[in-house]
């Protein structure tokens, strides 16, 4: 009788314990963390397997792979190295290895980081797609579907050299140096050192970069020069390479990489306008005069740039203690100030300025265009802002106010406040991981923001049976069907994305045709490695 109630006393306990344990918080997000590393490994396999060429990648694609995309239209033996491509990828793979630990991942970016290798220039650099079938396919993409892109002009002419455009060099160079660091494998060493000695001789004399190297002057169009060997603050072209010196500085502790760095900040101060225009434009010629590159892109100041030269300006003081940096800040700000938009631009004070200031006037300027296509379109401006071009902007917002403020902050600091935290001074590295490891770790900034269980939830279940996540309303493209033809210089298109049947630029697909692409990939793969993470 004892021994029968001392079983049964046993057995409630036991499934009291059991139905606690398996009913608890903890025991819920492991149930949720396996099914993430579940979904994860599916969705990578099928990108690796079904999606990649020769490990490398495109943007988008139609799910039955007839038709593919990069910024524009691309040839099946192609991948695209501007970010959501290939380099993109490759950073997630890595991302996704310190997250769970898995080879997978680890094997994933190694094929990412081969297709890199594999099309990078003699250079040292990249341009923005690469071709297994060779130059002499990828002439022929540029003469037929880069030429009749209306409004991607960096498509409409072969150079033969590389691009700082959109990040395409600088982020495969931060790939290579992640991928050498994470083993240290001598493999990635010697792409790297090419890497990092195209932008160490690309770098001109006085501290800025052009939008292409070697210098190249063969693509003088629609009356403006061949602007490519322009100083280029356009995509961040001068911070990213000074910032990717200052993680190999970081990371590989050789002083070679001081000087450049010192001169690359230094090109922010020299290329400040005079008061009481005080502020950059996003190409600067040999002059150092503002200057326009594209056809919808004229010779103006640009309020957008100043705002973002001003944050770097502090940080630069914050990274060297030099008070030079933020000598000028103030007129930088009073010209922000003095060239807002007039009330009735602002859109009921959803923008304070246009993107492009006239240069003396102060006046603000709108992008225009008339035309069907590349053949017999054309871009002009004019200072009304009805039906600007929608594909570029025509206005901007500056929180001039925090700005200030931010400035104020800053200057106020001393400069062992300020340069407390630089990696540029004389100093013992403190932190628990060695430097190589803390880079990589840091860059993507996984496992920071955790989230909500149903997000992660509505990522897993949208994963399909065939282990893809397709999604709709992505970038589609006319199809090439030859040159335009001669119209009337219409506005019909003139605030579209793309012109007639032979314009080949892309736009948004708003049918509910369904696509495979990297940035769904991506992101979703982002929330599922954030909660992962978020559990360790």
Known sequence: MKSTLKYRVRLVMFFTVFIVLFSSPLFANKKLQKQCLETMKKATQFMVDEVSTNGGYLWHYLPDFSRQWGEMEAYKTQIWVQPPGTTSMGHLFLDAYHATGDELYWEAAEQAARALIWGQLDCGGWNYIIDYAGVRSLKEWYSTIGKNGWRLEEFQHYYGNATFDDDVSSYAAKFLLRMYLEKFDPAYKYPLDKAIDFILASQYDIGGWPQRYPLKYDFSHHGKPDYTSFYTFNDDVVWENVNFLIQCYQALGEERFLEPIRRGMNFYIITQQAAPQAGWGQQHNMNLEPVGA???????????????????????????????????????????????????????????????????????????????????????????????????????????????????????????????????????????????????????????????????????????????????????????????????????????????????????????????????????????????????
């Open 294 to 536: 594209r056809t919808y892109e004229p010779d103006g100041m640009m309020p957008g740039y100043t705002r973002a030269h001003i944050g770097l300006m502090l940080r630069f003081y914050r990274l060297t203690g030099d008070r030079k940096f933020l000598a000028r800040i103030p007129e930088a700000i009073d010209w922000l100030e003095s060239c807002k938009l007039p009330e009735n631009m602002t859109e009921g004070s959803k923008y304070t300025h246009s993107v492009f200031v006239e240069i003396g006037t102060n006046k603000p300027i709108f992008v225009h265009r008339r035309g069907s296509n590349v053949i017999h379109g054309e871009y002009y401006y004019d200072y009304k802002d009805d039906k600007p071009v929608r594909h570029y902007g025509a206005k901007t917002r500056v929180n001039i106010d925090a700005l200030r403020k931010n400035y104020e902050r800053v200057a106020a600091m001393s400069v062992e406040e300020a340069t407390k935290d630089s990696p540029l001074l004389v100093g013992r590295h403190t932190a628990v991981l060695p430097p190589q490891a803390a880079y990589s770790h840091s860059f993507s900034g996984i496992g920071r923001n955790k989230p909500g269980d149903d997000a992660v939830k509505k990522v897993i279940e949208a994963l399909d049976s065939k282990n893809r996540w397709l999604s709709k309303h992505s970038q589609t493209s006319n199809p090439y069907i030859g040159d335009g033809v001669k119209t009337e210089l219409t506005d019909e298109y003139a605030e579209g994305h793309v012109g007639d049947k032979t314009d080949t630029s892309p736009y948004s697909d708003e049918s509910e045709q369904e696509y495979i692409t990297t940035r769904t990939y991506i992101n979703n793969m982002r929330v599922l490695m954030n909660y992962v993470s978020s559990l360790k």
